[in-house]
């Protein structure tokens, strides 16, 4: 009786291991996978837009990301949303609800989108680790030294890190970092509001031009540059909200009770309002401090020389995050990998077998040889072609237009009308397809931008050169 219930105490309705996820923990996921750095390039794509379209874009995209997410919140166990059968997985849950060639297109969608993120990440972090090297450099130089600096080390130490916390089982045993690493996004994120701010009250208002549309053709940029910066600038805030494609990974890790998808809307809205009030402010304080001649990064791109361990510190902030927020988007990879190979070689032990470790001041650690190879290789094979392409961040935002439509926006509304049964031409069905549709044309122009802004790069290209 009593091994009866110790089972019942540790063990879910599934047979998993008890699930032990938060409001708190589910909301710290969100923040740590929506607030990326590119929060300090938001003034840039203000810049590029106005005082009005710029911040009606942030609102809007702000909105479309929360209501689609409670939309897949209610997808997560099936038929019912709160007894039934859950869904481990965001294809399970186009399987379960729509299934066909969709559940394909999802997972295409979902994991090529995810190992991008981790490429990109890798990149972003060695950025700013030499940013912290430059600053220093341009302390005691001056301004005008050159002060170049190679990356690669750095993708190498960020690579090493990785390695270590990839050993983590799964999501629900990451809590302690994406808390960690959403105060170092709040950290940040604050510290470019404050210069943002020192820098308006400096400058009283005179020598920085704004406008209501933004960079003016002619007088900072072509008609041409003005059409294909417009299109990077949406596509750029339509993406900085998406997180759809570690969504239903994160509500698996919530307890039972109070119902997942509940907690999960309460996280939802918690997380992206929490982001709204960041993105706006930075956007939009950025942009006041620098005019229509606004850096794409306001930190790394040396917006801000003094103070220089302010600066430094942000970095190193930046850096933490992107440590965290790297294990957030492969950790749904690892699973579903590793899940697909105990499918297909059941007996194998080298698959199958934990072997107990004892690490000292920690307990027991179980640890799985095949587990410990393959996430060793993939951190391995990002480092790697992120040092072969120190340009994929511009990849990244024609993966990003990619996958934002149909992970942010289309399954979820799919989804809905199918559970809800929703009458095709219905009001509600006809307001819902005119939503999809428009974001369908957002992510097309955004993917426009993103292709010529990565031939601009390609052509300016040199492999291993410092930076």
């Given at each position: 009786?009593?091994?009866?219930?110790?089972?019942?105490?540790?063990?879910?309705?599934?047979?998993?291991?008890?699930?032990?996820?938060?409001?708190?923990?589910?909301?710290?996921?969100?923040?740590?996978?929506?607030?990326?750095?590119?929060?300090?390039?938001?003034?840039?794509?203000?810049?590029?837009?106005?005082?009005?379209?710029?911040?009606?874009?942030?609102?809007?995209?702000?909105?479309?990301?929360?209501?689609?997410?409670?939309?897949?919140?209610?997808?997560?166990?099936?038929p019912d949303p709160v007894s039934?059968?859950?869904?481990?997985?965001?294809?399970?849950?186009?399987?379960?609800?729509?299934?066909?060639?969709?559940?394909?297109?999802?997972?295409?969608?979902?994991?090529?989108?995810?190992?991008?993120?981790?490429?990109?990440?890798?990149?972003?972090?060695?950025?700013?680790?030499?940013?912290?090297?430059?600053?220093?450099?341009?302390?005691?130089?001056?301004?005008?030294?050159?002060?170049?600096?190679?990356?690669?080390?750095?993708?190498?130490?960020?690579?090493?890190?990785?390695?270590?916390?990839?050993?983590?089982?799964?999501?629900?045993?990451?809590?302690?970092?994406?808390?960690?690493?959403?105060?170092?996004?709040?950290?940040?994120?604050?510290?470019?509001?404050?210069?943002?701010?020192?820098?308006?009250?400096?400058?009283?208002?005179?020598?920085?031009?704004?406008?209501?549309?933004?960079?003016?053709?002619?007088?900072?940029?072509?008609?041409?540059?003005?059409?294909?910066?417009?299109?990077?600038?949406?596509?750029?805030?339509?993406?900085?909200?998406?997180?759809?494609?570690?969504?239903?990974?994160?509500?698996?890790?919530?307890?039972?009770?109070?119902?997942?998808?509940?907690?999960?809307?309460?996280a939802s809205l918690a997380g992206?309002?929490?982001?709204?009030?960041?993105?706006?402010?930075?956007?939009?304080?950025?942009?006041?401090?620098?005019?229509?001649?606004?850096?794409?990064?306001?930190?790394?791109?040396?917006?801000?020389?003094?103070?220089?361990?302010?600066?430094?510190?942000?970095?190193?902030?930046?850096?933490?995050?992107?440590?965290?927020?790297?294990?957030?988007?492969?950790?749904?990879?690892?699973?579903?990998?590793?899940?697909?190979?105990?499918?297909?070689?059941?007996?194998?032990?080298?698959?199958?077998?934990?072997?107990?470790?004892?690490?000292?001041?920690?307990?027991?650690?179980?640890?799985?040889?095949?587990?410990?190879?393959?996430?060793?290789?993939?951190?391995?094979?990002?480092?790697?072609?992120?040092?072969?392409?120190?340009?994929?961040?511009?990849?990244?935002?024609?993966?990003?237009?990619?996958?934002?439509?149909?992970?942010?926006?289309?399954?979820?509304?799919?989804?809905?009308?199918?559970?809800?049964?929703?009458?095709?031409?219905?009001?509600?069905?006809?307001?819902?397809?005119?939503?999809?549709?428009?974001?369908?044309?957002?992510?097309?122009?955004?993917?426009?931008?993103?292709?010529?802004?990565?031939?601009?790069?390609?052509?300016?290209?040199?492999?291993?050169?410092?930076?």
């Open positions: 009786m009593d091994a009866h219930l110790q089972v019942g105490k540790n063990i879910d309705d599934d047979g998993r291991e008890k699930r032990t996820g938060t409001l708190v923990t589910a909301s710290a996921h969100i923040i740590t996978a929506v607030i990326g750095s590119g929060v300090l390039s938001l003034a840039w794509a203000i810049a590029q837009l106005g005082w009005v379209a710029g911040p009606a874009a942030l609102m809007a995209f702000s909105f479309i990301t929360y209501f689609t997410s409670t939309l897949l919140a209610d997808a997560y166990r099936s039934g059968k859950r869904n481990y997985t965001y294809m399970d849950v186009v399987r379960a609800n729509l299934g066909g060639n969709k559940v394909q297109l999802c997972g295409i969608a979902q994991y090529v989108n995810l190992v991008g993120i981790t490429i990109g990440y890798t990149i972003t972090a060695s950025i700013s680790m030499v940013a912290v090297k430059k600053s220093n450099c341009f302390h005691s130089e001056g301004h005008a030294a050159s002060c170049k600096s190679s990356s690669y080390p750095y993708m190498i130490i960020f690579a090493g890190i990785q390695i270590i916390l990839s050993q983590i089982p799964n999501f629900d045993k990451l809590s302690w970092l994406s808390m960690l690493a959403a105060v170092m996004s709040f950290a940040y994120s604050s510290i470019g509001l404050g210069l943002s701010i020192a820098k308006v009250v400096a400058a009283g208002g005179g020598g920085v031009r704004t406008s209501l549309t933004g960079v003016q053709v002619g007088v900072d940029v072509s008609g041409q540059e003005k059409v294909w910066r417009t299109f990077q600038a949406i596509g750029d805030i339509a993406f900085a909200y998406a997180y759809s494609t570690v969504l239903v990974e994160i509500q698996d890790t919530l307890k039972s009770y109070p119902p997942e998808n509940k907690v999960m809307k309460k992206v309002s929490t982001t709204t009030v960041f993105y706006v402010l930075c956007g939009c304080l950025g942009y006041a401090a620098f005019g229509n001649d606004a850096p794409g990064n306001f930190l790394t791109g040396f917006g801000f020389y003094e103070p220089f361990w302010l600066i430094d510190f942000a970095n190193v902030c930046i850096a933490i995050h992107l440590i965290g927020a790297y294990q957030v988007f492969c950790q749904p990879l690892f699973s579903f990998f590793e899940m697909k190979c105990k499918r297909r070689w059941p007996n194998s032990k080298f698959i199958t077998t934990e072997h107990i470790l004892n690490v000292p001041f920690y307990g027991e650690y179980y640890i799985n040889m095949f587990r410990l190879v393959w996430r060793t290789t993939y951190v391995i094979l990002t480092a790697v072609i992120a040092m072969i392409f120190p340009f994929f961040n511009s990849f990244l935002g024609l993966i990003g237009a990619g996958s934002f439509y149909p992970l942010t926006v289309y399954f979820p509304i799919e989804i809905y009308i199918a559970r809800a049964k929703i009458q095709r031409f219905s009001v509600t069905w006809v307001w819902l397809k005119i939503l999809s549709w428009v974001c369908l044309v957002i992510s097309l122009v955004a993917a426009i931008g993103s292709v010529q802004g990565l031939l601009t790069d390609v052509k300016k290209y040199k492999p291993f050169e410092m930076d």
